[in-house]
Each structure stands twice: as C-alpha cells, then as structure tokens.
C-alpha cells in the first residue's frame, strides 16, 4: 500500500472526511482513551479566564469541548477542512449543550480567516504533521493570537529510531494500520504511521515556534513519547 505522503490540502481533506464517521471510535480504541487525557491535560495550560479560542484542525471537536470544560466564559471556532468532520463536531455540541460556545467554519489553517491578534489562545491536536507549509502554519497561529496569548499543540513527533522497538513502538508500527484496514480507511492509518515516521523531532518544532516569534516554548512529551505537547506564548 502506497501511503498518502505529500500532504496536499486536497487531498489531507479527502482522507479526513473518508474517516470520519469512525474517527473517534478509532482514537478511543489504539490510544486506550489516552487521546482523552492528552486534550484534558493540555488545556489545564490554558488560563480560565481565556474568552476567544482557536481550535484549528478541530475534527469532530474533542479539543474545542475540553477547551469549554475549562474555560467557562469561552467562544471556541472549530477550523477544519473537513465538511465531514465539522458536521460531527457540530451534532456532538448539540448533545453536549455546548452550541452557543462554539462556531465552526471550514477553512484552512495555512490562511486563516481570522484578523490579528484575534484569540486569547490557539490549540491545535494531531494536525501540523499534516500541514503542506509548517512554518506558515505556525506563523498563522502566532499571527492571530494577542500578545500574550498561548498556543497548545499536541503531536506525534519522530521518535527516535530505538523507540520503534519498544512495545508501544511496535503496537503504532504493526496494530494501528491493521487496526486501520479493518475497521476503517487502510491509506489513512498508513499514512498516520508514515507521517509520524517521516515528520520532525520536538527539539526541531520547538525551533520552528521560536523562529516564527514564540517568545516562550516548553514541550513535554506524553505517555512514553507517544505524543508531545508544546507550549508557546507569544
Ligand atoms: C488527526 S485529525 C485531529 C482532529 C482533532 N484535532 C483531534 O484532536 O482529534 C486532523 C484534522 O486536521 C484537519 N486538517 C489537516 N490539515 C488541515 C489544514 N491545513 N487546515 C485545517 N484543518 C486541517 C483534518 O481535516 C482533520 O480533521
């Protein structure tokens, strides 16, 4: 199977909406419920006094619903360029009473439609692996954000090569795109291990958030290295 590895808008959103209507069932199952606990942890970074935030790559908005348990004053804008992903996100705000907080808009966020120095703060899950330009990507969230504000990102960065050896290495490298293949889209869960393969280190994000303005950036990773968070405030 050849994976999907160019990362073209286009095509990223075809392969999202394909997978969508057993997104979450398939996050919930090869992370244990783990992806769970990383949008929960992460938001604890934000401040609760936050009032207007970002979630771009929302999906079907588990990071925009952690956002709104924390923060209880705050209006979310789910950004995704999935017509697909964004009508789930939409039918799980209503079922969790969450409509008024949030909005949804496709829209890409290497462009986003949103003037300077919008949002208080900008979160972002499993999405800037995906991303055609990543300095362009990082440098729309500073962009958008108040002096001050913070951007949350969590992602599967490359791991070093030693770590695909250990148990969990070998459950992402081998059970996930078997997973994949038999409950959902084989390319899409190709793609996800191939992309983690071939995507950057944290040391070298962390680099990218500081060449584009972050004044401050920490990350730490998540679950053995699973998946990292960095924090960047501008
Ligand atoms: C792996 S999912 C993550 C969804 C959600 N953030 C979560 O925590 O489950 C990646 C999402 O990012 C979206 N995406 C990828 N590239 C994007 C871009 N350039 N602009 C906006 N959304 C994008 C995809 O359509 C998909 O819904």
């Known amino acids: 199977m050849e994976p999907l590895l160019h990362r073209n808008r286009e095509?990223?959103?075809?392969?999202f909406s394909a997978i969508a209507p057993k997104y979450d069932l398939?996050?919930?199952?090869?992370?244990?419920?783990?992806?769970?606990?990383?949008?929960?942890?992460?938001?604890?970074?934000?401040?609760?006094?936050?009032?207007?935030?970002?979630?771009i790559g929302t999906g079907t908005g588990d990071f925009a619903f952690?956002?709104?348990?924390?923060?209880?004053?705050?209006?979310?804008?789910?950004?995704?360029?999935s017509a697909q992903?964004?009508?789930?996100?939409?039918?799980?705000?209503?079922?969790q009473s969450k409509k008024d907080?949030?909005?949804?808009?496709?829209?890409?966020?290497?462009?986003?439609?949103?003037r300077d120095g919008f949002a208080d703060a900008v979160v972002c899950a499993f999405v800037i692996r995906n991303f055609e330009d990543l300095t362009k990507g990082l440098r729309e969230m500073h962009r958008v954000l108040k002096p001050d504000g913070v951007a949350l990102i969590l992602e599967f960065c490359q791991p070093k090569p030693s770590w695909w050896w250990t148990p969990i290495g070998l459950f992402v490298r081998y059970f996930v795109p078997?997973?994949?293949r038999l409950l959902?889209?084989?390319?899409?869960?190709?793609?996800?291990?191939?992309?983690?393969?071939?995507f950057l280190p944290a040391e070298s994000i962390a680099e990218?958030?500081?060449?584009?303005?972050?004044?401050?950036?920490?990350?730490?990773?998540?679950?053995?290295?699973?998946?990292?968070?960095?924090?960047?405030v501008k």
């Not at 095509?11 to 392969?15: D, L, Q, V």
């Not at 992903?85 to 079922?95: D, F, G, H, Y």
């Not at 084989?186 to 393969?197: E, G, N, Q, R």
């Open 101 to 114: 907080s949030c909005s949804w808009l496709i829209a890409d966020g290497l462009n986003l439609p949103l």
């Open 178 to 180: 078997m997973a994949g």
């Open 208 to 232: 990218k958030l500081r060449a584009v303005g972050f004044r401050k950036v920490t990350w730490t990773p998540l679950t053995f290295g699973v998946t990292t968070l960095f924090l960047a």
């Open 184 to 198: 959902s889209d084989p390319v899409a869960y190709f793609y996800l291990v191939a992309s983690i393969k071939t």
């Open 66 to 81: 952690a956002v709104l348990d924390r923060c209880n004053e705050a209006k979310v804008i789910g950004i995704d360029l």
């Open 11 to 15: 095509a990223i959103a075809r392969m």
């Open 26 to 55: 398939l996050n919930r199952l090869l992370s244990g419920f783990s992806d769970v606990r990383w949008r929960k942890f992460a938001v604890e970074w934000l401040p609760v006094s936050a009032r207007t935030v970002v979630d």
């Open 85 to 95: 992903m964004l009508k789930l996100a939409q039918r799980k705000a209503v079922n």
